[in-house]
């Protein structure tokens, strides 16, 4: 967008300290931006649910609901493992929107060439958040459970996933929507919208009754 | 809480990769936990923040709002360095309700010292997550100003950093809730109620106008 060369660094985030991640957050580069602090707040979130049925697990206090405890640590663990690399798909989306529309554009071939680009690197920008707005829709559902059903010590642990769930997908969705004026295939956008308005409903539904 | 020493390492999480922390954070240990990634979610929204007033000063188009946009920035920048060790303040603080409640009580007198250190405790498990909420508070507003005023080509930017700002707050204060039950001190309490709900209200004040 303005400074220097927008393709990220052969390091991924997952191997940077946070004190450097959230210092590249906030430097005048447009990535990582809020597509990956969204797919980062999920992430969080997953690793809260996994804390949560850790403390629930194994106990004859909770042994009713030990087994949906068990598929829940093992949806947020795989959600965790999706959404952490998610972080630099995103930066890497971006990136490559960035240099389609650097393509140059002097003949009519080249035009072509380039609009065709832009399209390719637009619909993958769209993927990658709307790809990270289902993992936090499930990751909302997860931390809802865990919140209501879990040990109730980590009640709290709980409902702060549910929180971080539902920022990461709103602010996933953020970051679709700014692509969808940009997308010339209307039969991808619009089933991208559908998607959108799914999700959105989805997030309502489930936060109704967690917000303190 | 459950296994092991809840004693947090000399390490700070700032100095951990991403993927140690949220490792850490999915343990069975009770911290890192909720209100930890309560405050991270507020430092990530602090960095979104200073990143959009960057892509925003010295900008002819901008210089309306440049003064505004600089002290944002300077805002911003000071609440990201309060609320990253504040990730390691709130699981510190835990640890120590927890070392009190071991406390011995065989004797009247130890009873009363082990009461008295478990209050004061409590108190400063409350009094953290009610300072991050407050930082959370003050980054909302920063946040809605830099979607709408500041460069629209990171107006996702600042709206991802407006639903961090509110998922922080709303985190910190499930940790300051979890511990009024327990303080005894009533005029204590009744100060936090009253500014848990003075924070709930310009949580909802300010995010009326900014959901997707």
């Known amino acids: 967008m303005t400074v220097g060369d927008p393709v990220p660094s052969p390091v991924s985030s997952a191997e940077r300290t946070l004190a450097e991640f959230l210092q590249r957050l906030a430097s005048a580069e447009p990535t ?24 629930t697990l194994g106990r004859e206090k909770f042994a009713a609901v030990e087994a949906e405890m068990q598929q829940t640590l093992q949806r947020a663990e795989r959600l965790r493992e999706r959404l952490t690399p998610a972080v630099d798909d995103d930066a890497q989306a971006y990136a490559a929107v ?23 690197a637009l619909q993958e920008a769209t993927r990658v958040p709307l790809s990270v707005a289902g993992d936090c829709a499930e990751l909302l559902d997860l ?17 702060v996933a549910a929180l971080l769930a539902e920022a990461g997908l709103r602010g996933a969705l953020h970051n679709v929507q700014i692509n969808l004026p940009g997308l010339k295939d209307a ?7 559908t998607e959108v308005e799914r999700l959105l409903a989805e997030a309502q539904r489930i936060t109704a009754g967690v917000r303190p």
């Open 32 to 55: 990582p931006g809020g597509g990956s602090a969204a797919a980062l707040a999920g992430a969080l979130s997953a690793a809260l649910v996994s804390m949560v049925c850790r403390l």
């Open 143 to 159: 931390a809802c459970f865990v919140a209501e059903e879990g040990n109730p010590n980590a009640a709290s642990d709980g409902r």
């Open 98 to 120: 960035v240099a389609a529309y650097k393509l140059p554009r002097g003949s009519a071939a080249e035009k072509q060439a380039r609009s065709a680009a832009i399209q390719t």
């Open 187 to 193: 039969a991808f956008a619009d089933r991208v919208q």
